[in-house]
């Protein structure tokens, strides 16, 4: 089983960017996604895309500001967060999905926090 090792967040400003990181032990070749979990709420999507890069998918509140890309060569799917606010401090995880539903194990996550 391909295990996912999450990378890349840290503490910000409002307004700031961050570029996290989803390494993949092997070859992945399904679509996989970005999912968070702020504190006291439940996992939620955040941005998909399929094996080729051709198609994304993003939850409404980060459209515009986040960016999922991958390198199937390295094994490794980004999300390029842009315009960071408060309301996107969570726990990161990326994993394999059908559509926008999580079907993969979870790695560790990876803490972004966003301060005002």
């Known amino acids: 089983q391909v295990q996912l090792v999450e990378s890349g967040g840290g503490l910000v400003q409002a307004g700031g960017s961050l570029r996290l990181s989803c390494a993949a032990s092997?070859?992945?070749?399904?679509?996989m996604g970005w999912f968070r979990q702020a504190p006291g709420k439940e996992r939620e999507f955040v941005a998909a895309?399929?094996?080729?890069?051709?198609?994304?998918r993003y939850t409404d509140s980060v459209k515009g500001r986040f960016t999922i890309s991958r390198d199937n060569a390295k094994n490794t799917v980004y999300l390029q967060m842009n315009s960071l606010n408060s309301e996107d401090t969570a726990l990161y995880y990326c994993?394999?999905?059908?559509?926008?539903?999580?079907?993969?194990?979870w790695g560790q996550g990876t803490q972004v926090t966003v301060s005002s």
């Open positions: 994993t394999v999905v059908a559509g926008t539903t999580p079907i993969g194990s």
């Open positions: 092997g070859r992945t070749f399904n679509a």
């Open positions: 895309i399929n094996w080729s890069g051709s198609s994304t």
